[in-house]
């Protein structure tokens, strides 16, 4: 991790945990409480329609930037690393992330200031962004979205409390082995 940070000894680092997520028009169900001898209506709406949601968390901090983009393709993963490198150009990024196939396309040309650091094969437990996807689908389940427009707006309206308050994302994502590493370097 150290030789990671070194390509840019005149920036700061900033280690970002980073993936992207699938929502679509598909709704996802949840328990719900109902009086009892009532089974609980659900709405099951199938229209096969996603959008992607890429973020890049720095869990020591409760900084995140993130982007609806249309697939999750080394494209549109090139236009993600692309505006993330422009918004922290003056920070060097390690961006820890899974072994999507995406993530390991040879299309990807990496920013100067952006380093790649791998998680283990088959472990989305260690990835802090995960945590975060699980309170976006808790927030949308029982629900149903006509466009895709809508279910972006409603996913900006789950994000909001986390962008203007930086200490509730610090909470639900900064694992506390992975501020030790961080504060290691």
């Known amino acids: ?35 009892q001898g009532f089974r ?33 393709d080394g494209e549109c993963l090139q236009s993600f ?18 072994g999507a196939p995406s993530h390991r396309s040879e299309e990807i040309v990496r920013p100067e200031n952006i380093s790649f650091l791998g998680l283990p ?10 945590r975060w996807f699980q309170e976006f689908r808790r927030e949308l389940s029982n629900k149903t979205f006509e466009t895709v427009e809508l279910l972006q707006e409603a996913l900006s309206q789950a994000l909001r409390p986390y962008w203007e308050g930086s200490a509730c994302l610090r909470r639900l994502t900064g694992f506390s082995w992975w501020v030790e590493a ?4």
């Open 1 to 35: 991790m150290r030789e990671l940070g070194r390509r840019e000894p005149d920036k700061p680092l900033k280690v970002l945990a980073f993936d992207e997520a699938r929502f679509g028009l598909i709704n996802w169900h949840r328990k719900r409480y109902c009086p």
């Open 182 to 185: 961080v504060d290691a370097l």
């Open 40 to 72: 609980p209506p659900y709405i099951v709406r199938r229209a096969y329609k996603w959008t992607y949601l890429y973020a890049a968390v720095e869990p020591t901090t409760g900084e995140s930037f993130c982007l609806y983009l249309p697939g999750m």
């Open 121 to 130: 094969a088959y472990s989305p437990e260690l990835d802090p962004v995960e």
């Open 81 to 98: 690393l692309d505006q993330l490198s422009e918004a922290y150009r003056n920070d060097h990024l390690v961006l820890v992330l899974d």
